[in-house]
């Protein structure tokens, strides 16, 4: 066998384990971790297919930024709230995670072919690295979008600091002015 | 050279002329941004955001001829620009009634200004998009931009919660509209409609449907059509009244617009797909919110249960999806936009009294005290319920002409019917303004900009009503650029 796909068995072996250890485990700081797991057995498998830079935002993204989210948001939840398996929305759960599975089923299949199309080519990849490939589509064509998205950033920080600050009543004190 | 440098050799410099109404709301935006922290002067801040915004409606009328830039990102043509132009036009007026409304409530905010201006902008990328990137950022926007604005109304445990609500159903929608992009992407591999449009000419399969269906209830959700809209009624009686009257109108008409554009432009060929998903989806907005409207003590939140029945009024339109349908579909909400705008800022101008409290009961006698003022309300009213001469009537008869002569029966009757349902609401608060003697002493407080804007906006209503023509022109002008770009790159 190929180390290639020994690494993918051993790779999706603990992301599925852990994937299963994410929705039954008792303890929510277990199962913050088991998430982990699963997100770096996944940048793994990104990392196997080629795919470095996708690999390496997988990891920088979701396995930090996002689980350190979970775990400010775990320290401020009060231990019972997060206890029990309720088995009410295990089952309501159920049929999306089967229309999901679906869904990602079918733009694996069917999109595969359409999207391989448009300038960058096997070949090109091949010269360049991925990461080059996806910069220079980001600062030439998608320029614009990725300026308004630093536009929308700018938008929600001030959002959050607006509504989280204690207010300064002003007009109580000037009497209404 | 290498690889990447013959890629990026083709591109030119982005042709930034036609991007100067963008340019200057967004300057505008930030030298509010910047003054608000320097200066106290609220004056200061609300004429630097009013001026900035004229000169870019101003601007718009010296782009002459249109151009997609930005490397095929940014369409310029006057689809997007005659929307610009009312969406600016339209937040100036919401503007200019913001500052004595929030003071008297004691929840003034300087960032108001900036953030509305933002969300204007949003809305401005949003109807001249020819890419689905640009429209999906153009949406999230103002969105993000909007759930702030709901939310900002001091130590208010309503409006937290209006905010939180149109928070968790919007970042629904914006998933739900980022699964369809996926989709779509996946199957023809481009952004851009009018490569779709060339991928998927009327071949439709079980891939498509899905995604034009997900791309149908995001969108639905954004203009709060049944049974997407439970974000809207706390959303819009939470937020601040001239708030909700921006949301009202302006978003509500940017989400129109780019609904139109979408489904037009990227699948003109599959409009089967989603003329019939529209039809039903308008279908139930009509008859819930006017029936659930009927229930309502509090005149704002019926104003919100009536912009649910107006989405549903306003989309009828798509299910006839050719050149009349559109027409009427850009007339009726380029119209709404008068009404909405007026209504809100209707209440917004009484609310500013501390015994005003939007309820049915504070329109007792309104007649007596406010002749004037009660005689635009009545124009609003009856405009909304459609009765001729008002501009509703021509919106709504365009409509059910669109949909009789695509023999779409059934929609054109449930629009009749719910709009005879309709009058059991907007009559009520007429009668109540007429028909009763006033229960409270004392004239309303009301500020000169205020009467002038409901004054305005009434009599708009009127004259539109009595010669559309122009209004018309210009639909139909509209809805054949429409039609000429689809698969123009």
């Given at each position: 066998?190929?180390?290639?796909?020994?690494a993918?068995?051993?790779?999706?072996?603990?992301?599925?384990?852990?994937?299963?250890?994410?929705?039954?485990?008792?303890n929510?700081?277990?199962?913050?971790?088991?998430?982990?797991?699963?997100?770096?057995?996944?940048?793994?498998?990104?990392f196997?297919?080629?795919?470095?830079?996708?690999?390496?935002?997988?990891?920088?993204?979701?396995?930090?930024?996002?689980?350190?989210?979970?775990?400010?948001?775990?320290?401020?939840?009060?231990?019972?709230?997060?206890?029990?398996?309720?088995p009410?929305?295990?089952?309501?759960?159920?049929?999306?995670?089967?229309?999901?599975?679906?869904?990602?089923?079918?733009?694996?299949?069917?999109?595969?072919?359409?999207?391989?199309t448009?300038?960058?080519?096997?070949?090109?990849?091949?010269?360049i690295?991925?990461?080059?490939?996806?910069?220079?589509?980001?600062?030439?064509?998608?320029?614009?979008?990725?300026?308004v998205?630093?536009?929308i950033?700018?938008v929600?920080?001030?959002?959050?600091?607006?509504?989280?600050?204690?207010?300064?009543?002003?007009?109580?004190?000037?009497?209404?002015? | 050279?290498?690889?990447?440098?013959?890629?990026?050799?083709?591109?030119?410099?982005?042709?930034?002329?036609?991007?100067i109404p963008?340019?200057?709301?967004?300057?505008?935006?930030l030298?509010?941004?910047?003054?608000?922290l320097?200066?106290?002067s609220?004056?200061?801040?609300?004429?630097?955001?009013?001026?900035?915004?004229?000169?870019?409606?101003?601007?718009?009328?010296?782009?002459?001829?249109?151009?997609?830039?930005l490397?095929?990102?940014?369409?310029?043509?006057?689809?997007?620009?005659?929307?610009?132009?009312?969406?600016?036009?339209?937040?100036?007026?919401?503007?200019?009634?913001?500052?004595?409304y929030?003071?008297?409530?004691?929840?003034?905010?300087?960032?108001?200004?900036?953030?509305?201006?933002?969300?204007?902008?949003?809305?401005?990328?949003?109807?001249?998009?020819?890419?689905?990137?640009?429209?999906?950022?153009?949406?999230?926007?103002m969105?993000?931009?909007?759930?702030?604005?709901?939310?900002?109304?001091?130590?208010?445990?309503?409006?937290?919660?209006?905010?939180?609500?149109?928070?968790?159903?919007?970042?629904?929608?914006?998933?739900?509209?980022?699964?369809?992009?996926?989709?779509?992407?996946?199957?023809?591999?481009?952004?851009?409609?009018?490569?779709i449009?060339?991928?998927?000419?009327?071949?439709?399969?079980?891939?498509?449907?899905?995604?034009?269906?997900?791309l149908?209830?995001?969108?639905?959700?954004?203009?709060?059509?049944v049974?997407?809209?439970?974000?809207?009624?706390?959303?819009?009686e939470?937020?601040?009244?001239?708030?909700?009257g921006?949301?009202a109108?302006?978003?509500?008409?940017a989400?129109?617009a780019v609904?139109?554009?979408?489904?037009?432009?990227?699948?003109?060929?599959?409009?089967?797909?989603w003329?019939?998903?529209w039809?039903?989806?308008?279908?139930?907005?009509?008859?819930v919110?006017?029936?659930?409207?009927?229930?309502?003590?509090?005149?704002?939140?019926?104003?919100?249960y009536?912009?649910?029945?107006?989405?549903?009024?306003?989309?009828?339109?798509?299910?006839?999806?050719?050149?009349?349908?559109f027409?009427?579909?850009?007339?009726?909400?380029?119209?709404?936009?008068?009404?909405?705008?007026?209504?809100?800022?209707?209440?917004?101008?009484f609310?500013?009294?501390?015994?005003?409290?939007?309820?049915?009961?504070?329109?007792?006698?309104?007649?007596?005290?406010?002749?004037?003022?009660?005689?635009?309300?009545?124009?609003?009213?009856?405009?909304m319920?459609?009765i001729?001469?008002?501009?509703?009537?021509?919106?709504?008869?365009?409509?059910?002409?669109?949909?009789?002569?695509?023999?779409?029966?059934?929609?054109?009757?449930?629009l009749?019917?719910?709009s005879?349902v309709s009058?059991?609401?907007?009559?009520?608060?007429?009668?109540?303004?007429?028909?009763?003697?006033?229960?409270?002493?004392?004239?309303?407080?009301?500020?000169?900009?205020?009467?002038?804007?409901v004054?305005?906006?009434?009599?708009?209503?009127?004259?539109?009503?009595i010669?559309?023509?122009?209004f018309?022109?210009?639909?139909?002008?509209?809805?054949?650029?429409?039609?000429?770009?689809?698969?123009?790159?």
């Amino acid at each position: 066998m190929e180390l290639s796909v020994v690494a993918f068995w051993v790779l999706s072996a603990i992301a599925v384990i852990s994937a299963i250890g994410v929705v039954f485990f008792k303890n929510i700081v277990y199962s913050v971790l088991s998430l982990i797991s699963t997100l770096i057995a996944i940048s793994g498998l990104f990392f196997n297919l080629g795919a470095e830079l996708i690999g390496a935002l997988q990891i920088l993204i979701y396995a930090v930024a996002i689980v350190v989210f979970y775990v400010l948001v775990i320290s401020t939840v009060p231990q019972y709230k997060g206890e029990a398996v309720d088995p009410k929305y295990a089952l309501l759960s159920a049929p999306f995670g089967f229309i999901l599975f679906l869904e990602l089923a079918y733009v694996s299949v069917y999109g595969l072919w359409a999207s391989n199309t448009g300038i960058f080519s096997p070949d090109i990849f091949k010269e360049i690295s991925n990461a080059k490939a996806v910069a220079t589509l980001l600062f030439t064509k998608y320029l614009f979008p990725f300026e308004v998205a630093s536009l929308i950033l700018l938008v929600a920080m001030i959002g959050a600091i607006l509504l989280g600050k204690k207010d300064i009543v002003e007009d109580e004190k000037e009497g209404g002015a | 050279m290498t690889i990447v440098q013959q890629l990026v050799a083709g591109l030119g410099v982005p042709n930034f002329q036609v991007l100067i109404p963008e340019i200057i709301v967004l300057i505008t935006a930030l030298l509010v941004f910047v003054l608000e922290l320097f200066t106290k002067s609220r004056i200061l801040i609300s004429t630097v955001s009013v001026v900035g915004l004229a000169v870019g409606a101003l601007s718009i009328l010296t782009i002459s001829e249109g151009a997609i830039t930005l490397y095929g990102l940014y369409i310029v043509d006057s689809f997007s620009l005659a929307f610009k132009f009312f969406l600016i036009v339209f937040t100036i007026l919401a503007i200019v009634n913001l500052q004595p409304y929030v003071e008297s409530k004691k929840t003034y905010y300087g960032e108001y200004y900036y953030l509305i201006i933002f969300s204007l902008l949003g809305m401005m990328i949003m109807v001249s998009s020819p890419n689905l990137v640009s429209f999906y950022i153009g949406l999230e926007l103002m969105s993000v931009s909007t759930y702030i604005l709901v939310g900002l109304w001091k130590k208010d445990y309503k409006s937290k919660e209006g905010a939180f609500k149109y928070l968790i159903m919007g970042g629904a929608g914006t998933a739900i509209i980022s699964y369809a992009i996926a989709l779509i992407y996946g199957k023809t591999g481009s952004f851009d409609f009018a490569r779709i449009f060339h991928e998927v000419q009327d071949k439709s399969d079980i891939g498509l449907t899905v995604a034009v269906a997900l791309l149908i209830v995001g969108l639905a959700l954004k203009a709060s059509a049944v049974p997407f809209h439970f974000w809207t009624p706390d959303a819009y009686e939470a937020a601040p009244t001239p708030i909700t009257g921006f949301m009202a109108s302006v978003s509500k008409i940017a989400t129109y617009a780019v609904i139109l554009r979408v489904m037009v432009e990227a699948f003109p060929l599959n409009n089967a797909i989603w003329s019939y998903g529209w039809a039903v989806l308008a279908g139930v907005s009509m008859v819930v919110g006017n029936f659930v409207a009927l229930k309502q003590k509090n005149v704002k939140r019926m104003l919100a249960y009536s912009s649910i029945a107006h989405t549903g009024y306003i989309l009828a339109a798509l299910a006839s999806p050719n050149g009349m349908g559109f027409t009427a579909l850009i007339f009726y909400s380029l119209v709404y936009l008068f009404m909405a705008l007026g209504g809100f800022i209707f209440l917004s101008a009484f609310e500013k009294n501390g015994n005003w409290t939007n309820d049915i009961e504070d329109f007792k006698g309104l007649a007596k005290k406010h002749p004037i003022m009660a005689l635009y309300m009545l124009i609003y009213m009856f405009s909304m319920l459609g009765i001729p001469p008002t501009v509703g009537f021509m919106g709504k008869f365009g409509v059910f002409l669109a949909l009789i002569s695509s023999n779409v029966w059934w929609l054109a009757v449930v629009l009749v019917v719910t709009s005879i349902v309709s009058a059991g609401y907007y009559l009520r608060v007429v009668a109540y303004m007429y028909m009763y003697e006033p229960v409270k002493e004392g004239r309303f407080y009301l500020n000169p900009i205020e009467k002038f804007t409901v004054g305005f906006l009434a009599v708009m209503v009127l004259v539109i009503g009595i010669y559309p023509t122009v209004f018309w022109e210009i639909s139909n002008v509209l809805t054949s650029v429409l039609i000429m770009n689809i698969g123009v790159r």
